[in-house]
T-cell receptor, first 118, second 112 residues
């Protein structure tokens, strides 16, 4: 079974530029998450989707971050304009929840997209 | 109330020793407590998880101990090996389709 795919793996941009990250979850996973992991810290939730609807985006800085999950499969996270403090690894994760009314609770993470803002 | 506090920040253990990482939480609605393991350049991966109806869960060399009254849980790694060197995150979430809240992580180094 293929894992969660993310691209690009690395991105370096100047502040005030824009960037987009792509995620393809495990096939059949209804729930998709974007987490931000700053160096030396734990992952922090940005947004949670179930199918193509937003479940939780309370911690998403909506003035500069946006995310969408069209057709309930792939997702894109965009940052515009980027700030220095956005330098982090952006992790996408997916889980079974919602497919069959039950879940082990396990999140499956991709390898992340490392963003450096100069 | 959403925080999970993890300690220590870093840990060095001799090969064959026991590694212990602790977490504390405040939100009494939390009822799922996993530990994730992360190697450099990789995403976190589930190691072991527990729900509050049991006080301990063991899988191979890894054990979670859970103290509901103290709102604390810990990860014990027995017979620690150099291959266990990684960053470990505790996490928690309420029931239902709610996202995990992660601790800040513990960087474990197992030296020969």
């Amino acid at each position: 079974e293929a894992g969660v795919a993310q691209s690009p793996r690395y991105k370096i941009i100047e502040k005030r530029q824009s960037v987009a990250f792509w995620c393809n979850p495990i096939s059949g996973h209804a729930t998709l998450y974007w987490y931000q992991q700053i160096l030396g810290q734990g992952p922090k939730l940005l947004i949670q989707f179930q199918n193509n609807g937003v479940v939780d985006d309370s911690q998403l800085p909506k003035d500069r971050f946006s995310a969408e999950r069209l057709k309930g499969v792939d997702s894109t996270l965009k940052i515009q304009p980027a700030k220095l403090e956005d330098s982090a690894v952006y992790l996408c994760a997916s889980s079974w929840w919602g497919n069959r009314g039950a879940s082990t609770g396990e999140l499956f993470f991709g390898e992340g997209s490392r963003l450096t803002v100069l | 109330q959403q925080q999970v506090k993890q300690s220590p920040q870093s840990l060095i253990v001799q090969k064959g020793g026991i590694s212990i990482i602790n977490c504390a939480y405040e939100n009494t609605a939390f009822d799922y407590f996993p530990w994730y393991q992360q190697f450099p350049g990789k995403g976190p991966a589930l190691l072991i998880a527990i729900r509050p109806d049991v006080s301990e869960k063991k899988e191979g060399r890894f054990t979670i101990s859970f103290n509901k009254s103290a709102k604390q849980f810990s990860l014990h790694i027995m017979d620690s090996q150099p291959g266990d060197s990684a960053t470990y995150f505790c996490a928690a979430s309420p029931s239902g389709n709610t996202p995990l809240v992660f601790g800040k992580g513990t960087r474990l180094s197992v030296i020969a």
